[in-house]
């Protein structure tokens, strides 16, 4: 079971990748708008979370799947071609995987146990950190307002995910303040702390994929 659920995972750290190689090639070509870059980079984030797509001929992994993999169909969607994107087929079948040699089988399922120990090991750590960041911020916090000063912080930052503080460093000059407040407003209004929460948990599933 766990050598199934690795396989299906490289398989969509693939296909994100080729995603985004595609997108940083894209920048290089013209100049586009940075909200369209970031709305751009949502499809590698699903990619990497999802394991399944919508077959269509206008989809963007035709450009791949036609020479660099074979999707595999789904059972049970009526109406719909649902797929798995299969970029490594080392299997002959599939749901359950049976590998294409002995050795295949025996190299995913060591290769399973790796990635689970080092997917943990980087919770783990994600975890510790902010944990002992959480204490240390706390124990320095001031209120100030509609903001908090911290002499740990070195430049502005919004802190915790349902209830967002602003913290600001106690020299920055007051001229400055106004616009550093509505800046980080911005990042609390598009609960950027929760998206990076999705992300750093998407890297430590990813944690092999450079």
């Known amino acids: 079971m ?22 940083l090639l894209l920048r290089r070509v013209g100049k586009i708008p940075r909200f369209v870059i970031y709305l751009l980079w949502n499809p590698v984030l699903i990619r990497l979370l999802l394991p399944i797509g919508i077959s269509s001929r206008y989809s963007f992994m035709n450009l791949f799947s036609r020479t660099l993999a074979k999707p595999v169909a789904l059972e049970g969607f009526s109406g719909t071609d649902v797929t798995m994107t299969n970029y490594v087929r080392a299997a002959e079948e599939y749901f359950p995987i049976n590998y294409r040699t002995a050795l295949l089988e025996q190299i995913f399922r ?10 943990i090991t980087a919770a783990v750590i994600l975890v510790l950190s902010y944990t002992a960041a959480n204490k240390e911020v706390k124990r320095t916090l001031k209120p100030a307002g509609g903001y908090f000063l911290s002499s740990l912080a070195t430049t502005p930052f ?53």
């Open 158 to 210: 919004v802190y915790g995910i349902f209830r967002p503080k602003i913290i600001l460093p106690p020299d920055l000059e007051q001229d400055h303040a106004r616009y550093v407040l509505a800046h980080e407003k911005i990042h609390i209004r598009r609960r950027d702390n929760l998206w990076r929460i999705v992300a750093l948990s998407t890297a430590c599933i990813h944690w092999f994929n450079p």
């Open 2 to 23: 766990l050598s199934e659920v690795f396989y299906w995972i490289l398989n969509m750290s693939i296909t994100a990748s080729l995603i985004g190689l595609a997108l």
């Open 110 to 119: 060591v290769s399973s146990i790796i990635w689970l120990v080092g997917m």
